[in-house]
T-cell receptor
Framework: AQSVAQPEDQVNVAEGNPLTVKCTYSVSGNPYLFWYVQYPNRGLQFLLKYITGDNLVKGSYGFEAEFNKSQTSFHLKKPSALVSDSALYFCAVRVRNRDDKIIFGKGTRLHILP | DVKVTQSSRYLVKRTGEKVFLECVQDMDHENMFWYRQDPGLGLRLIYFSYDVKMKEKGDIPEGYSVSREKKERFSLILESASTNQTSMYLC????????????FGSGTRLTVV
């Protein structure tokens, strides 16, 4: 079965430190991978996506993610965290078939400590 | 600025009421989706639609129905609201084709009392 795992419910990082939010996936064939961010009482906002090409993808607000096919991972990273990065982050994968549904992970809450 | 608009941000309804949640997108997207979001459970797909007058059940369709009479509008209907349907409801849309992500609305926080 297709799935996305975010192994950490919560990640705490001091402001100015690098951050990583982990994501692994399990799908048949080649995946399309996404990261979304959700601020309190808001919908999800698109951050970045991997479709093909360079394994390092750069997105909004200074975030980037690295696609690692051998480890089936797509971790979200940022070199220097800001307090305003505190939010709920969702990893997602889209399956390559006629069914255009995206499968979402359960989310990781990121706390940036001042 | 392209967008997905959900008609209400906050809604309080009584048990047994029929509830309509409206979603409109202005991007001419073929696909539309309804999710509910609950703490610890992530996003769960209720219904989706790939075309006008077309609908398919998601993972948790029980107690819900949908309507898509026009391409831009996708309505979620709670036939008889119950307290366990208290949740955040998110609408999303996308173009057809697996390379595209979703655009989400701001969500409707529904409380059933």
């Amino acid at each position: 079965a297709q799935s996305v795992a975010q192994p950490e419910d919560q990640v705490n990082v001091a402001e100015g430190n690098p951050l990583t939010v982990k994501c692994t996936y399990s799908v048949s064939g080649n995946p399309y991978l996404f990261w979304y961010v959700q601020y309190p009482n808001r919908g999800l906002q698109f951050l970045l996506k991997y479709i093909t090409g360079d394994n390092l993808v750069k997105g909004s607000y200074g975030f980037e993610a690295e696609f690692n096919k051998s480890q089936t991972s797509f971790h979200l990273k940022k070199p220097s965290a800001l307090v305003s990065d505190s939010a709920l982050y969702f990893c997602a994968v889209r399956v390559r078939n006629r069914d255009d549904k995206i499968i979402f992970g359960k989310g990781t809450r990121l706390h940036i400590l001042p | 600025d392209v967008k997905v608009t959900q008609s209400s941000r906050y809604l309080v309804k009584r048990t047994g009421e029929k509830v309509f949640l409206e979603c409109v997108q202005d991007m001419d997207h073929e696909n539309m989706f309804w999710y509910r979001q609950d703490p610890g459970l992530g996003l769960r797909l209720i219904y989706f639609s790939y075309d006008v007058k077309m609908k398919e059940k998601g993972d948790i369709p029980e107690g819900y129905s949908v309507s898509r009479e026009k391409k831009e509008r996708f309505s979620l209907i709670l036939e008889s609201a119950s307290t366990n349907q208290t949740s955040m409801y998110l609408c999303a849309s996308s173009m057809y084709g697996t390379g595209y992500g979703y655009t989400f609305g701001s969500g409707t926080r529904l409380t059933v009392v």
